[in-house]
């Protein structure tokens, strides 16, 4: 089965700028996570979808972060504006609802910010 | 609070060499554990344990999960260079209300020197 895809591999972009992530999870899974992966540490979570409801979005700064899977497929998560502390890799996974499914990681998106 | 520790947070070890990888955790709702690779991009799926004392084998690669202590270790035998890698361990809680979340550890960056 391909693997979940994400676009673009590296961004850099000027701080106060906005910027969009894009990623699409393996067919079948209805669970999409976005992660934040700073060096050295482990992901965290961001927001959280089952299908198209966002379930879990209390770690997503909502005065600059926004997110979206309209269709409960792709998803795209936006910065607007940047700021330099969000330099970071942003990862995509998928799993399936229920249990016994682990997530299925994106290459991730690394976002520099100058 | 839920979370996930892992050590040793580094090691540098000559190949051929036995390694072992630690993760503790304190979650609510304990479903799962599990291990992931990642090297220079998407972190990749090893294993996943849910029950204790049952060993989890992909060739040179084990792990054990011990649900009563809370921690599962990782070992690698025979060490190769292409096993440097960072080595990320989640723990999933699954919950009615709020389904499955993943909780990872801050990872152990493994050097294998030739």
């Known amino acids: 089965e391909a693997g979940v895809v994400q676009s673009p591999r590296y961004k850099i972009i000027e701080k106060k700028q906005p910027v969009a992530f894009w990623c699409n999870p393996i067919?079948?899974?209805?669970?999409l996570y976005w992660y934040l992966q700073n060096l050295g540490q482990g992901p965290e979570l961001l927001i959280r979808y089952e299908n198209e409801e966002a379930v879990d979005d209390s770690q997503l700064p909502k005065d600059r972060f926004s997110a979206e899977r309209l269709k409960g497929v792709d998803s795209t998560l936006k910065i607007q504006p940047a700021e330099l502390g969000d330099s970071a890799v942003y990862l995509c996974?998928?799993?399936?609802?229920?249990?016994?499914?682990?997530?299925?990681f994106g290459n991730g998106t690394r976002l520099t910010v100058t | 609070e839920d979370k996930v520790v892992q050590s040793p947070l580094s090691l540098v070890v000559h190949e051929g060499d036995t390694v072992t990888l630690n993760c503790s955790y304190e979650v609510t709702n304990f479903r799962s554990l599990l291990w992931y690779k990642q090297e220079k991009k998407a972190p990749t799926f090893l294993f996943m344990l849910t029950s204790s004392g049952i060993e989890k084998k992909s060739g040179r690669l084990s792990s054990i999960l011990d649900k009563k202590e809370l921690f599962s270790i990782l070992n690698i035998t025979a060490t190769q260079t292409g096993d440097s890698a960072v080595y990320l361990c989640a723990v999933e809680s699954l919950t009615r209300d709020t389904g499955n979340q993943f909780y990872f550890g801050t990872g152990t960056s493994l050097t294998v020197i030739p």
């Open positions: 067919s079948g899974h209805n669970t």
């Open positions: 996974a998928s799993s399936r609802t229920g249990r016994g499914s682990p997530l299925h």
